[in-house]
């Protein structure tokens, strides 16, 4: 079955020092990758993802197909950065695409 | 624009009883989801829809239905609570966006509790 897997529930890390939050998924074929971020009271919402190869709040997250993987780094985390984090992969099944979500990474960036 | 608007944000429900969370987005977006959090776990999509008149099911759809007579609006509707279905409910919408996918817009979320 297709799965998505991130192995940490909690992390955290200091004010300024580099985060990286992993990400996994068994697929085979071209997955479309996604990383979605929920702050305190907010919404879900989309942070970035692979294809547009862009660099949100200081974030980038790069597709290595060889591993399977599609981690999420940053390198000077700030504490608007805590929040729960959710990679995603989108693929087209039945009459529609859809997204199959990890389990989240709640990140907490201290002081 | 309200973005996707969910209804009612809480809720607590005897178990057998029924009802409906309201969802409803002002994108004209053709794609609509349905999706349930547990603690600890990541989304699980119940249903989804293409187009007004169109569902299909997730990947637990189980004790849940849905209907969408409208581009706007895809309630779901649970017939009979059980305390299995205690859990976060989120709606979505996107549009097809040519050979991407498009992000899915989420609502604020349904807290559910059945007792």
């Known amino acids: 079955a297709q799965r998505v897997t991130q192995p940490e529930k909690l992390l955290s890390v200091f004010k300024g020092a580099p985060v990286e939050l992993k990400c996994n998924y068994s697929?085979?074929?071209?997955?479309?990758l996604f990383w979605y971020v929920q702050y305190s009271r907010q919404r879900l919402q989309l942070l970035l993802r692979?294809?547009s190869r862009e660099s949100i709040k200081g974030f980038t997250a790069d597709l290595n197909k060889g591993e399977t993987s599609f981690h999420l780094k940053k390198p000077f985390a700030q504490e608007e950065d805590s929040a729960m984090y959710y990679c995603?992969?989108?693929?087209?099944?039945?009459?529609?695409?859809?997204?199959?979500f990890g389990s989240g990474t709640q990140l907490t960036v201290l002081p | 624009n309200a973005g996707v608007t969910q209804t009612p944000k809480f809720r607590i429900l005897k178990i057998g009883q029924s009802m409906t969370l309201q969802c409803t987005q002002d994108m004209n977006h053709n794609y609509m989801y349905w999706y349930r959090q547990d603690p600890g776990m990541g989304l699980k999509l119940i249903y989804y829809s293409v187009g007004a008149g169109i569902t299909d099911k997730g990947e637990v759809p189980n004790g849940y239905n849905v209907s969408r007579s409208t581009t706007e609006d895809f309630p779901l509707r649970l017939e009979l609570a059980a305390p299995s279905q205690t859990s976060v409910y989120f709606c979505a919408s996107t549009t097809l966006g040519g050979v991407s996918n498009q992000p899915q817009h989420f609502g604020d979320g349904t807290r559910l509790s059945i007792l």
């Open positions: 995603a992969y989108s693929l087209i099944s039945g009459s529609a695409r859809q997204l199959t």
């Open positions: 692979h294809i």
């Open positions: 697929y085979s074929g071209s997955p479309e």
